[in-house]
């Protein structure tokens, strides 16, 4: 299967900051998703971003397929954005790989 | 609210045990998708369904089985449950194979 590893593991931050968040994937994909789960455990889908780069409100997202990885990029952090961060992959849209996830905590 | 419903939102049972999870995908969604998430595999894929047929198949071990019905809704059953088995199960619908996934809140299962 297709390898996904995310960085970094682990991410705290001050309300207000600014934060990169990176995913590797180990093969050619034609779907890629970034998704939020939050502290609840509901996951959330971010972006749906195979390719190119997509903006929604304070979060942004750039896919570079011929390098294999993703960025997420979270502006102005605000405590609601604390939660697990996951990346997933697939290069056929029916199984989809997962990374282990970035845990953020945004303190106030 | 994703518009997919999963029932129920919990179960404890004991060991070699069946139990069966249902989910309701979106209105208007064909493909379900079911993942496990658990501590130390992270979210596993276990199997996809597209209008009332399998798609894909992943870490989906013997004793688990799936299928879609055709008012699109989708059941995933555990049988001979282990300890190991205790986990959050996600069903997932989206418009087809490959679109922008909706998740379910999960049912998380402890098997005792």
């Known amino acids: 299967g297709i390898q996904v590893e995310q960085s970094p593991p682990d991410l705290i931050l001050q309300e207000g900051a600014n934060s990169t968040l990176r995913c590797n994937f180990s093969?050619?994909?034609?779907?890629l998703q970034w998704f939020h789960q939050n502290p609840w455990g509901q996951l959330i889908n971010l972006f749906y971003i195979p390719s190119g780069t997509k903006q929604n409100g304070r979060l942004s997202a750039t896919t570079v397929a011929t390098e294999r990885y993703s960025l997420l990029y979270i502006s102005s952090s605000q405590t609601t954005d604390s939660g697990v961060y996951f990346c997933a992959v697939s290069n056929t849209g029916n199984q989809f790989y997962f990374g282990t996830g970035t845990s953020l905590t945004v303190i106030p | 609210d994703s518009g997919v419903t999963q029932t129920p939102k919990h179960l404890i049972t004991a060991t070699g045990q069946r139990v069966t999870l249902r989910c309701s995908p979106r209105?208007?969604?064909?493909?379900v998708y079911w993942y496990q998430q658990s501590l130390d595999q992270g979210l596993q894929f276990l199997i996809q369904y597209y209008n009332g047929e399998e798609r894909a198949k992943g870490n989906i071990l013997e004793r688990f089985s799936a299928q879609q019905f055709p008012d699109l809704h989708s059941e995933l059953n555990l049988s001979s449950l282990e300890l190991g088995d205790s986990a959050l199960y996600f069903c997932a619908s989206s418009r087809g194979g490959g679109a922008t996934q909706y998740f379910g809140p999960g049912t998380r299962l402890l098997v005792l």
């Open positions: 209105s208007g969604d064909l493909s």
């Open positions: 093969d050619s994909v034609n779907n």
